[in-house]
């Protein structure tokens, strides 16, 4: 593990896609609808800068609205919040996706990261006339955040010449404008080994879907020669005691029924994602990964529903358990939402901070650091 | 008076509140900086003016104009924008859920000026490498895609030559409260292409200005498909013809010192291949085309400054001649950019409106 990485405080991130909606992945897609409610989102955007989460995804599907533009209008109606902007590679030129960053961050005061995904389901792509297979994507990815990163660097004239994008003498006017950064935070979502060589290469943190901590903790010490640090996108139900949390969040996959089950299963064969096909066959084999964290809600609400389920110290010890194994920032979707953020900044986010703090000074008397 | 002339005003862009041409704008990064408070009070003088819409440009030195209008409309409640974008850069499935995605927060209130590029060296710091005819023929086939998504069934599926779709869906309908179900759409361009793309996937057929006569001779077949003709432009009206001469005459001698726009314009002519630019550079040789309309500033500020010049009176009734050519529509820049969008509301616009209600 990178023991520069090991010692900063946990970051926390949160969802964004289901404001208004309880339940959102249990629908299945086609269902969803895409108006996006200016004011729900306003008041999700508020109430996560009350409690304390840095930035909140804004996802990129066919389904939903463009999350560029919705951050775009949301910056102009909050002030500390970050958006971290979901972007795939082949739906636009890497010169005017860099572009539209750059005017989100003039307009927001640099509060825009972007998470790049390559794209789940073929199907979808298609719709984007995207026609690549999962591999290929990975290579036209690896040059769209080449390109977007010599942009950033500043480059004066971009030339580039790939086997999927050509640019000659590339060059925009407004900068990616930040008090402390010149380029965006680079997130990168996927499980599969092209993801993470991408992240490897171009991310400042790779996003994956849960795993058992000993599997985690093998990638993270992986990944520490990069510097590149380890997230994990996942769920949380935290009650005031572990059998409620767990009542609860057994009785939410009762409520959601046989439908969004069908759903998924539907969308698992569909998907060429490796994340998500593999946390499907994770939740096959165990329902608990570790005594804090359940795979049982995955086959009605998808790969990022492995969620942490218990009481706040239970839901802490088990981030710090993850922490341990090399984790270093969290992305969650909460059951539900408004509530488990509230939750998590009064009752364990506390909690989190004073076993970092435990862990500072156990591990400075041990003489380790 | 659903007849009624339409009139537009090109937004100024974040760093730019005085004149500045094209060229000197693009040397200075600051001149990309949004200034969403200036950009949206400038916007509702517009609304209170009885402009309609606001221009919102597209290039490599200014913020993307989808998302400056999607900050700038929330700021304000009337106004439209139009907004200028080119073919060739994003996938038109994305294009359309960002746009739908803009008119469900800001009710709908824009459309779209399509310009099939204007500069092959801009194009290709996109990575767009093809020629000018190339890029007409993306284009229809870009815009086919984008109707279809608005007015045809889903799911979209294309094959062409450029764009290949299968089953593509964007959730978000594009919305706005007078029904429409699209945004209107104007080609701009001068060439014979921009004019058969207006009458294919336009609303409009958006022109570099030349004089009534001109532009009625290469109305007819716009006209006949009944669709309508705008034109880009400028406009400097003062209380008198003298007035509005002089100051005029004083903007095209304002040197920004150490910086040559003439040169700079020049290249960006020869180093084009639009016709609308071209053309208007030809035309520059004589000062005046017509008693009110002058090239002074075309050469130096570009195509669209070809500017209709005189008293109120004057500039009412050059509008009113565009009108009885056909012309329905106009997006003008004026300088001081927004004392001449007020004089022009607040002098102009009500004598063209008294004689439009005379005439019917």
Same mark, same amino acid.
Request: proline share 19%; aromatic share 4%.
């Given at each position: 593990m990178n023991t520069e990485i090991a010692t900063r405080p946990l970051r926390f991130h949160w969802s964004m896609s289901s404001a208004g909606q309880q339940q959102r992945a249990a629908k299945s897609r086609a269902a +969803?609808?895409? +108006?996006?409610?200016l004011d729900a989102l306003t008041a999700f955007c508020r109430h996560a800068e009350e409690c304390g989460i840095e930035s909140l995804l804004t996802a990129f599907g066919? !389904?939903?609205?463009d999350p560029l533009t919705l951050a775009a209008a949301l910056a102009m109606r909050t002030s500390r919040i970050k958006f971290m902007v979901a972007v795939r590679s082949g739906v636009c030129s890497p010169t005017l996706f860099v572009q539209q960053v750059n005017t989100v961050a003039a307009l927001s005061g640099g509060r825009i990261c972007i998470n790049v995904v390559a794209g789940h389901t073929p199907e979808e792509q298609r719709g984007y006339g995207d026609f690549l297979d999962h591999d290929e994507r990975y290579e036209r990815t690896d040059e769209f955040l080449t390109i977007c990163r010599s942009f950033w660097r500043r480059e004066p004239l971009i030339n580039f010449e790939g086997s999927h994008y050509r640019l000659e003498n590339g060059r925009l006017n407004l900068p990616f404008l930040d008090g402390e950064r010149s380029s965006p935070e680079i997130f990168l979502g996927g499980n599969s080994a092209e993801a993470e060589q991408l992240a490897i290469k171009h991310a400042d943190c790779w996003w994956r879907l849960p795993d058992k901590p000993e599997v985690l903790a093998a990638k993270s010490r992986a990944l520490a020669a990069s510097g590149t640090e380890m997230g994990l996108l996942m769920s949380i139900c935290v009650r005031p005691t572990r059998e409620e949390a767990i009542r609860d969040a057994y009785a939410m996959v009762a409520d959601l029924g046989e439908p969004p089950r069908t759903a998924h299963r539907e969308f698992r064969k569909r998907s060429d994602s490796v994340a998500f096909l593999s946390t499907y066959d994770l939740a096959d084999r165990f329902d608990w990964l570790t005594p804090y964290m359940w795979t049982g809600a995955v086959a009605s609400l998808g790969a990022p529903a492995v969620a942490l389920v218990g009481s706040p110290e239970d839901v802490a010890e088990g981030i710090l358990d993850l922490k341990h194994a090399g984790v270093s920032q969290f992305l969650f979707v909460g059951w539900p939402d408004l509530d488990q953020m509230t939750t998590f900044q009064r009752d364990v986010l506390p909690l989190v901070r004073e076993l970092e703090i435990r862990d500072e000074s156990s591990e400075r008397k041990g003489g380790t650091a | 008076m659903t007849d009624a002339l339409r009139f537009h005003w090109r937004l100024p862009q974040g760093g730019e509140r005085a004149g500045a041409s094209r060229a000197l704008l693009a040397s200075r990064?600051?001149?990309?900086?949004?200034d969403v408070d200036y950009q949206a009070s400038f916007c509702r003088t517009a609304e209170d003016l009885g402009i309609e819409s606001l221009l919102t440009d597209f290039g490599w030195s200014k913020p993307d104009s989808i998302l400056l209008s999607a900050a700038i409309g929330l700021q304000c409640t009337r106004a439209k924008f139009i907004i200028a974008y080119r073919s060739g850069l994003i996938c038109p499935t994305t294009f359309v859920q960002q746009l739908n995605t803009l008119s469900a927060l800001i009710d709908g209130r824009f459309s779209l000026n399509v +310009?099939?590029? !204007?500069?092959p060296d801009e194009q290709r710091s996109y990575g767009d490498f093809l020629p000018h005819d190339e890029r007409y023929a993306r284009t229809e086939e870009f815009l086919a895609i984008c109707n279809a998504f608005w007015h045809g069934d889903s799911p979209v599926n294309y094959e062409g030559r450029f764009y290949r779709l299968e089953n593509g869906k964007v959730a978000t309908p594009f919305i706005s409260s007078d029904g429409a179900k699209g945004p209107e759409l104007y080609i701009a361009g001068n060439s014979d292409q921009a004019m058969q793309m207006a009458i294919t996937q336009g609303s409009c057929w958006m022109m570099m200005a030349d004089t009534p006569a001109k532009i009625f001779a290469k109305s007819g077949p716009v006209l006949e498909s009944r669709k309508t003709i705008g034109l880009r432009m400028s406009v400097f009206a003062r209380p008198t013809r003298e007035e509005a001469i002089t100051a005029a005459r004083a903007f095209a001698a304002e040197r920004p010192a150490g910086f040559d726009s003439k040169s700079a314009e020049s290249r960006f002519v020869t180093g084009g291949d639009t016709v609308g630019m071209r053309k208007t550079f030809e035309l520059a040789e004589s000062e005046w085309l017509t008693p009110w309309l002058w090239t002074g500033l075309v050469r130096t !500020?570009?195509?669209?400054?070809l500017a209709i010049i005189g008293s109120y009176d004057d500039v009412a009734e050059a509008l009113l001649e565009y009108k009885a050519a056909g012309v329905r529509q106009f997006i003008f820049s004026g300088w001081p950019k927004l004392d001449e969008m007020v004089r022009f509301g607040s002098e102009v616009i009500p004598r063209v409106r008294e004689a439009e209600a005379a005439a019917a």
């Open positions: +969803v609808t895409g +108006v996006p409610d066919f !389904h939903r609205p | 990064p600051e001149s990309a900086l949004p +310009v099939a590029g !204007h500069s !500020h570009g195509a669209p400054t």
